[in-house]
């Protein structure tokens, strides 16, 4: 079921974490995650690199079953956040993160919970992302878990 009144708020389910920096004269170094702090279900199946030009949006889409777990760490994003999950306490809920290179965090989203980002740099910029399920399955051999919003002229998803 799709809203077309979101409220502004925070959904507690989409982890933003600030990555904490090491920093030396070589330059610095960030852990993205640990076994030791992120359950196992949500490990990572397999990670990608994107690069995204400046003003260029992607998304807003969701997974049925896949966890991403993002980072943010070069340029500067505007993330936005829905949570369709009629389940969940947080249903309704529109919340806009402001993540990159002077504010980097990891992003847990998990399943049902459309999201999307827009380059708001003046660069392009690079998003790693080490999702739980492996894009297209094993071998590529299955469909792609994604219900995108992007092409839909009367969605309710906007970036």
Not at 4 to 12: A, K, L, Q, T
Request: charged share 20%; hydrophobic share 40%.
């Amino acid at each position: 079921m799709l809203l077309n009144n979101w409220s502004i708020g925070v959904i507690p389910d989409c982890t933003c974490t600030p990555l904490r920096k090491f920093n030396d004269p070589r330059g610095w170094l960030a852990e993205i995650f640990r076994e030791d702090e992120l359950h196992d279900a949500l490990w990572p199946a397999m990670a990608y690199l994107s690069l995204t030009e400046p003003g260029v949006a992607r998304g807003p889409h969701a997974h049925e079953d896949q966890t991403d777990l993002f980072v943010f760490f070069d340029g500067f994003f505007e993330v936005h956040l829905w949570d369709n999950r009629s389940d969940a306490a947080s249903f309704g809920i529109h919340q806009v993160l402001l993540l990159g290179e002077t504010h980097p965090a990891t992003l847990l989203v998990p399943p049902g919970v459309v999201h999307g980002y827009r380059n708001v740099s003046e660069k392009a910029a690079l998003i790693l992302n080490c999702p739980n399920r492996l894009y297209a399955g094993k071998n590529k051999q299955e469909p792609v878990d994604e219900i995108r919003h992007e092409d839909d002229p009367n969605t309710p998803f906007i970036i």
